[in-house]
């Protein structure tokens, strides 16, 4: 069997991960999953990156030892990418001896290939990226990736990997392996940077304590972008299992951010090179999240818990947006609005109507029980082989939105085979109960190819419409599984929604939703905690019904399906709408739970708005024992300099929140009518300043 490898970029552990992050690994587990589809002996590395100075300080400064800090994160990371069901089937840590004897193994030999040598440092180096910068790529004295950050000038002995005597080397690698760096754009951006000219690197810190010690210089520690790269090596047996390195190295395929393309197309082959090791066939280096057109950053405070996005509406409605709505390569958007709309449009009316309308009439018409009667529909079988042609060619050169959307045309076109077929007026007829049969088989085996062709995307909701189909999700193969099949009895399974539609009460939430970190919200007495989201899991009871059709398919409709009492298919539960808003108001606080908020007065000194944002002011009070900087979303309805001097309320315990890269101590309540201006709260005769109101 032929084998695949393939990586992510390992994280850094003393950050959370986040929806970028998150973005990367889904991408991959759906690369992998297909390999697996088509039949590869896959091998899927994932990993965290912890020999950097910042893990250390980090570790130092909530008073553990780095490498307990580093177990901690561990399971933080772990846990996440369980949460989005990435399948990796090894999880590396830097601080393995596995790793350790990787990366000793490597550098030995690039140093005793003559292309390690002693030299001394001298320059800029941003401790943040925990890299080397040459004055040109400074802006304005600072990193252009932390441009707060002054960069330190260090002076140190460095060993140096000689990287120049590689440009040519390289320059012929790209040239006979077009596809060794994905997509284009980015190749020629790597093929331009190699032809202006390569300057060696330094490869070592010197005086440090945490990281690999250089096997002939153990009082330097290898540099920790060297030692990172090495963990794709040295987690297939560099170094210390030859066998398994003989069978796994080179990788298949380096799925990375564009902005280390540099490090893993320019630097990593070069190392491979000069220790004459086969270099990865292929890196592909994929775009960016924004959050509504903005970059997500730790210093911007507007990062996405992907754990949050996923328990909102469900894992694999998270990995298909992710995976359907940005072209893979290039920068895409999330949207909390845009989130729940794709959700409404492709899964509760689109595919989880289709499955609930077609399971519906199989078991109204046929007790669930269906059996070919004639040949297939020549158009929807012609369609569903055009559908998988394209599916493969998209998914084989990673074009995964062209691969969900090839699934998700399948889809569409089997509600227009139920509309052109209209199996209702069928049933009417006696004489066409074959072909009633017959097309019912036919809409189910459409749905069966896509929930195949979207297995790596949404693995659990695949697995879940396949048994309604009645069909078993195990052991799938696109070369037996993805063709039209004709044949076989199928014993469909009716079930309640699998994606419940989010109406627009459930909608209203938004802005009540983990969005609010882009924001501050102002506090207002009649404030409800979020409604229940409604669950969608595969299988959970169903809240809200299917949306009605515009056809004229009675099935489509909201009523239950009347299944004969001999179905052994469950009618959906009792329809319900979703909790109405305030509904959940009911639920009361005890006292101490209130008392544990501390409001006090506070007096506002100044106020200016917060640049690039309509909502926010920033605010500076004065709270009686203290001055605080505090960020308010009140900018559309008061002017700064109409606060200055006023006297307002405030949540005086909030922990801390960065917003737009302000610290912002406190919340002013102000009420906030729905869709209306909020109107802080305010006093007649306004006490002094740290007064607690209660
Ligand atoms: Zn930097």
Known sequence: MSRFFLTTAIDYVNSQPHLGTAYEKICADVIARYKRLCGFDTRFLMGNDEHSQNVFKKASEEGLDPLAYCDQMEEVFRTAWRRLDVSFDDFIRTTEPRHKAGVTDLVKRIHEAGDIYEGVYEGWYCVSCE????????????????????????REKNYFFRLSKYQQPLLDHFAAHPEFMQPDMRRN???????????????????????????????????????ALINYASAVGLGHDPQMFERWWPADLHVIGKDITRFHAVIWPAMLM????????????????????????????????????????????????????????GDGDFSWERYDERYNVDLANNLGNLVSRVTTMAV?????????????????????????????????????????????????ATNEFIAATSPWALAKDPASADRLTQVLYDAAEAIRLAAVLLQ?????????????????????????????????????????PLWPRRDATAGADVRVGPSDAKE????????????????????????????????????????????????????????????????????????????????????????????????????????????RTLVAGIAEAYEPDALVGRTVVIVFNLKPAKLMGIESNGMVLAASPDGGKPTVVSFDEPPPPGTRVR
């Open 520 to 627: 501050p919200r102002t506090v207002t007495d009649n404030e409800t905690k979020p409604t229940a989201v409604p669950p969608t899991r595969a299988g959970a009871p169903a809240l809200v019904p299917p949306a009605p059709q515009t056809s004229p398919d009675p099935t489509a409709a909201s009523a239950s399906p009347a299944a004969p009492p001999a179905s052994p298919a469950p009618s959906p539960p009792p329809l319900q709408a979703s909790p109405a808003p305030g509904e959940s108001s009911s639920e009361r606080i005890a006292i101490e739970d209130f008392m544990k908020v501390e409001l006090r007065t506070a007096k506002v000194l100044t106020a200016e708005r917060v640049p690039k944002s309509n909502k926010l002011l920033k605010l500076s009070v004065d709270v009686g024992t203290e001055q």
């Open 131 to 154: 890299e080397f910068k040459q004055e040109k790529d400074l802006v304005d004295g600072n990193c252009p990736l932390h441009p707060t950050l002054k960069p330190e000038w260090i």
């Open 364 to 412: 109204r018409y046929r007790q669930g029980r269906l059996a070919p009667t004639g040949a297939s529909s020549d158009q929807l079988t012609r369609l569903g082989e055009q559908m998988i042609a394209g599916y493969r060619r998209a998914m084989d050169c990673f074009a995964l939105h062209e691969g969900a959307a090839a699934a998700f045309q399948m889809i569409d």
């Open 274 to 329: 000069a220790a004459n090791l086969p270099v990865p066939r292929q890196i592909f280096g994929h775009g960016f999240m924004t959050l509504n057109g903005q970059r997500m950053s730790k210093t911007l405070g507007n990062l996405i818990d992907p754990g949050d996005a996923a328990g909102r509406l469900g894992t694999d409605t998270l990995r298909l947006y992710l995976v359907k709505e940005v072209a893979f390569g």
């Open 456 to 496: 790596p995307i949404m693995p659990s909701s695949s697995r879940e419409i396949l048994r309604r189909v009645g069909v078993a999700g195990d052991g799938l193969t696109l070369d037996r599984d993805a063709r039209w099949r004709n044949d076989g009895e199928r014993m469909l399974a009716l079930d309640g």
């Open 189 to 227: 951006e790597i093929l331009r940077l190699i032809e202006s000219g390569l300057i060696d690197v330094s490869v070592s810190r010197a005086g440090q304590s945490w990281g690999i010690p250089l096997p002939w210089d153990p009082r330097s520690v290898v540099y920790v972008w060297f030692d």
